[in-house]
């Protein structure tokens, strides 16, 4: 199995700081995508950005300017820097990552962490 832990929410006020770190473990043989998602209360989740294993970023239009991602293949992490946080930026973060497994031939899967808390006060 694989498994992602992620680490670092917490409460800022806006216009705050925060940094996500998100590390994978398990039977992992590689990975192609590493990322984040977010689910704000009474709303869907929604994609915040990913890195690929080349270090192609893709971010959504409403963080492009604040968040940053990046990836660090050697220890199969990814972290979301976040600044100039905003009270619309208070969600349930969630890691992901595009995966395959030792000694499974199949396509690669997503694999999800439990999410972290990130609340922005206004």
């Known amino acids: 199995q694989?498994?992602?832990?992620?680490s670092g929410g917490?409460?800022?006020?806006?216009?705050?700081?925060?940094?996500?770190?998100?590390?994978?473990?398990?039977s992992i043989r590689s990975i192609n995508v590493?990322?984040?998602?977010?689910?704000?209360?009474?709303k869907q989740?929604?994609?915040v950005g990913s890195i690929d294993g080349t270090?192609?970023?893709h971010s959504a239009d409403s963080v492009k300017d604040r968040f940053t991602?990046?990836?660090?293949n050697a220890i199969n992490s990814v972290a979301l820097q976040m600044n100039?946080?905003?009270?619309?930026?208070?969600?349930i973060y969630y890691c992901y990552c595009n995966a395959q497994r030792v000694g499974n031939p199949g396509p690669p899967v997503n694999y999800w962490g439990q999410g972290t808390q990130v609340t922005v006060s206004s």
């Open 10 to 26: 917490g409460l800022v006020q806006t216009g705050g700081s925060l940094r996500l770190s998100c590390a994978a473990s398990g």
């Open 84 to 91: 100039s946080l905003k009270p619309e930026d208070t969600a």
């Open 45 to 47: 989740r929604e994609y």
């Open 2 to 6: 694989v498994q992602l832990v992620e």
């Open 34 to 42: 590493m990322g984040w998602y977010r689910q704000a209360p009474g």
């Open 69 to 72: 991602i990046t990836r660090d």
């Open 55 to 57: 270090g192609l970023i």
